[in-house]
């Protein structure tokens, strides 16, 4: 079955950067989108960024410029380089994966990992 499993949150100061990583199994990794979501306490789901089969990848208005999304196929693993974190970034951050094209809508992913906790102090 399909797995996908997040490592890398942990606490940081307002500035700093933390990288995360998804690494999956169970899926022709290559052929998938992969997706970083995210969730504030209080807050829907929101989408952050994603990186298709392709290789071209989608930010949130709101991230843009500080997050890079990259894919290792050979690792099966996606990483989110999370750079100039503000405390509005504070989340569960979740990766999710569907096949070949990216989507922003939560809806249209199936495979989700079990969500990896970020937290960013002032």
């Known amino acids: 079955q399909v797995q996908l499993v997040e490592s890398g949150g942990g606490l940081v100061q307002a500035g700093g950067s933390l990288r995360l990583s998804c690494a999956a199994s169970g899926l022709t990794f290559s052929s998938y989108a992969m997706g970083w979501f995210r969730q504030a306490p209080g807050k829907e789901r929101e989408f952050v960024a994603g990186?298709?089969?392709?290789?071209?990848?989608t930010y949130a208005d709101s991230v843009k410029g500080r997050f890079t999304v990259s894919r290792a196929n050979a690792k099966n693993t996606v990483y989110l380089q999370m750079n100039s974190l503000k405390p509005d970034d504070t989340a569960v951050y979740y990766c999710?994966?569907?096949?070949?094209?990216?989507?922003?809508?939560?809806?249209?992913?199936?495979?989700w990992g079990q969500g990896t906790q970020v937290t960013v102090s002032s």
């Open positions: 990186i298709n089969w392709r290789v071209t990848s």
């Open positions: 999710t994966a569907r096949l070949l094209n990216l989507r922003t809508e939560e809806e249209e992913y199936i495979y």
